[in-house]
């Protein structure tokens, strides 16, 4: 005889977060592909690089850092404002939420806007070397990953302004907090190897 046989009520089942969750296992495997992904990316840029006599090639410029170090800061630090916001919601503190993802949105959509102003300042496009179609390929790349991040806060904070998330349903905010920093520590890797690189002989 079951439960509803007998008339009596089952207890509601209690939601699930964390490495409990299968969504949060899809995420974490949808990261391990991804990262994978960037690894080939930048084995590749070294690949053509050890077999270049001249890294860059003659006539183009080395990256600089007068754009990028500002929006390197931005990137990396827009984790403190998510980690706070899914710290938050733990608590059930909905107001820190959506003032966390607010900020972190706003801080990576500035590193958007200033990598995209940098593409176009540095006097040189993808098809004009090896070196400058592996550079586009990885920053592009990861760009796209940003735009991608933007996207799902901007879903979150929407869904937060609904009221969607408390102190025991919040597995979206995890999830989307951790694909964000996952995109920043890849950042931390793909600086290094296309900003950092070019001056170590």
Avoid: K
Avoid at 66 to 90: C, D, F, K, N, Q
Avoid at 131 to 156: C, D, E, P, R
């Amino acid at each position: 005889m079951t439960a509803l046989d007998s008339g009596l009520t089952l207890p509601p089942a209690r939601p699930v977060s964390g490495s409990r969750a299968p969504a949060w296992w899809g995420m974490l495997c949808l990261i391990a592909t991804e990262a994978t992904l960037f690894v080939l990316l930048i084995f590749s840029y070294f690949y053509l690089r050890w077999g270049s006599p001249n890294w860059p090639p003659q006539g183009t410029p080395r990256p600089e850092f007068t754009v990028i170090i500002p929006a390197t800061v931005l990137l990396l630090g827009s984790s403190a404002p998510v980690m706070w916001a899914e710290t938050a919601i733990r608590r059930g503190r909905q107001n820190v939420l959506r003032l966390g993802l607010s900020v972190a949105w706003l801080m990576a959509a500035v590193f958007v806007i200033l990598e995209l102003w940098e593409w176009s300042h540095l006097g040189f496009g993808p098809q004009s070397s090896q070196y400058a179609s592996i550079f586009f390929t990885i920053t592009g790349l990861h760009l796209a990953h940003v735009s991608i991040a933007l996207l799902m806060s901007a879903y979150i904070q929407l869904r937060a302004s609904r009221g969607h998330f408390d102190a025991q349903h919040f597995l979206a905010v995890e999830n989307v907090a951790l694909y964000w920093h996952f995109v920043d520590v890849v950042w931390i890797f793909v600086f290094a190897t296309v900003y950092i690189s070019p001056y170590v002989t």
